[in-house]
């Protein structure tokens, strides 16, 4: 049972557009949210994080929304850039702490110049 | 190193072998994690240690895998008489602790491959 869903496996956009990604859970215990970037043959890269006591947080180009009644939360970057072009991961912990994280599938972002 | 280290990059071995992959997590980091990511999967959660102690260990896939740790620094996952869907790249991260939501870094992962 997926704990976490990134339903779009791939996202194609224009340099210097919105690149929104979305992602769900359907865990409540979840309380911690990160997002993180891969790169082929890197270990993932930590990206930004929101804690459930927030509903957004904004590094720079990077802004997490948490929306906990819909168990939704996305991850905008703008303007996009054709080197934020990676796989891009979500991942959700409980219990307020960083055990393990619960990671989605994936979703394959392409910035076009 | 600043980042977490992990050795070897690239592992290929026969069937029924055992193979021993390690960690270095970045300095000053109690709280160490294995994850695996297998071809179009997500990661999935193997084992984390808090210091030398694992609590959980409930995401290792049968009793042919164990981990340790010694010194709270680097870690080993251990792999008996492998098969071949133990193929998977084999990602290692840490933390400053388990408190506090601090987020997880990882290393660039050893790519096994079983033949």
């Known amino acids: 049972d997926q704990q976490v869903k990134q339903n779009s496996p791939s996202l194609s956009v224009q340099e210097g557009r919105i690149s929104i990604l979305n992602c769900d859970y359907t865990?409540?215990?979840?309380?911690?949210f990160l997002w993180y970037k891969k790169y082929p043959a890197e270990g993932p890269t930590f990206l930004i994080s929101?804690?459930?006591?927030?509903d957004k947080n904004e590094d720079g180009r990077f802004t997490v929304f948490l929306n906990k009644s819909a168990k939704h939360l996305s991850l905008h970057i703008v303007p996009s850039q054709p080197g934020d072009s990676a796989v891009y991961f979500c991942a959700a912990s409980s219990q307020g702490g960083s055990e393990k994280l619960v990671f989605g599938k994936g979703t394959k972002l392409t910035v076009n110049p | 190193g600043a980042g977490v280290s992990q050795s070897p990059s690239n592992k290929v071995t026969e069937k029924g072998k055992d193979v021993e992959l390690r960690c270095d997590p970045i300095s000053g980091h109690t709280a160490l994690y294995w994850y695996r990511q297998s071809l179009g999967q997500g990661l999935e959660f193997l084992i984390y240690f808090q210091g030398n102690s694992a609590p959980d260990k409930s995401g290792l896939p049968s009793d042919r895998f164990s981990a340790e740790r010694t010194g709270g620094s680097v870690s080993t996952l251990t792999i008996q008489r492998t098969q071949q869907e133990d193929s998977a790249v084999y990602l290692c991260?840490?933390?400053?602790?388990?408190?506090?939501?601090?987020?997880?870094?990882f290393g660039d992962g050893t790519r096994l491959s079983i033949l």
């Open positions: 929101i804690s459930s006591i927030k």
């Open positions: 865990n409540s215990m979840f309380d911690y």
């Open positions: 991260a840490s933390s400053l602790d388990i408190s506090g939501n601090q987020p997880q870094h």
